[in-house]
């Protein structure tokens, strides 16, 4: 099947930094893909949809400024979480939307926050 | 989107059949129903979708009542490894949005 990859798999960095997030339609191309974060024990939480060539739309309560994505290609969409604060510490998600409308899940990105 | 209703969790003996319930009564004529799992700390996992027939695939097959108000997803024979959070989501177009979903515990 199709094959959506994320890195990195797990990042850790110190309150205060930025932290980028890749996710790829490894065999596909995908106009849209989304972003998610999950806490623990906790189901996925849209975040954004991401367009490719446009601006992202942000579900509501979702900081567009905290969260920076974009979406240069249509193998590529990236999640920027900047000045990463304790509280940012979650699993990310993202998918991609493939042409016969089946949505594909990347592994997830574990980020924690010092 | 339609809201979806699961049970929070099911147990299920290893090489039985785990039925899955999911009620949907406000789904609308265009909507879809999805199946997706999720593997602890894995991104989740496409199983089935239909509309309006019943669909069988490798995995799963996905029963739908012809009211279309609830649907059934079928593990013909669960393993160890089918042990997991599955989530049934409702939705037209492209955006998916996630409930709590139920959470499958295969037993040996």
């Known amino acids: 099947g199709a094959v959506v990859s994320q890195h990195p798999s797990r990042v850790i960095c110190k309150s205060g930094t930025s932290v980028k997030i890749e996710c790829r339609s490894l065999?596909?191309?995908?106009?849209?893909m989304f972003w998610y974060r999950q806490f623990p024990k906790q189901s996925l939480m849209l975040m954004a949809t991401?367009?490719?060539?446009?601006?992202?739309?942000?579900e509501q309560g979702v900081e567009k400024d905290k969260f920076l994505i974009n979406h240069a290609s249509l193998t590529l969409s990236t999640l920027t979480v900047t000045s990463a604060h304790p509280e940012d510490s979650s699993f990310y998600i993202c998918s991609a939307l493939a042409v016969a409308g089946e949505l594909f899940f990347g592994e997830g990105s574990r980020l924690t926050v010092l | 989107d339609a809201k979806t209703t699961q049970p929070p969790s099911m147990d299920c003996a290893e090489g039985r059949a785990a039925n899955l319930p999911c009620n949907h009564s406000t789904i609308s004529g265009n909507e879809y129903v999805y199946w997706y799992r999720q593997i602890h700390s894995q991104g989740p996992q496409y199983i089935i979708h239909?509309?309006?027939n019943n669909e069988t695939n490798e995995m799963a097959s996905l029963i739908i009542t012809e009211d279309r108000k609830s649907s059934t997803l079928i593990l013909p024979h669960a393993t160890l490894r089918d042990t997991a959070v599955y989530y049934c989501i409702v939705h037209r177009g492209n955006k998916l949005v996630f409930g709590a979903g139920t959470i499958l515990r295969v037993k040996s």
């Open positions: 065999d596909f191309q995908a106009t849209t």
């Open positions: 991401s367009n490719e060539g446009s601006k992202a739309t942000y």
């Open positions: 239909g509309l309006k």
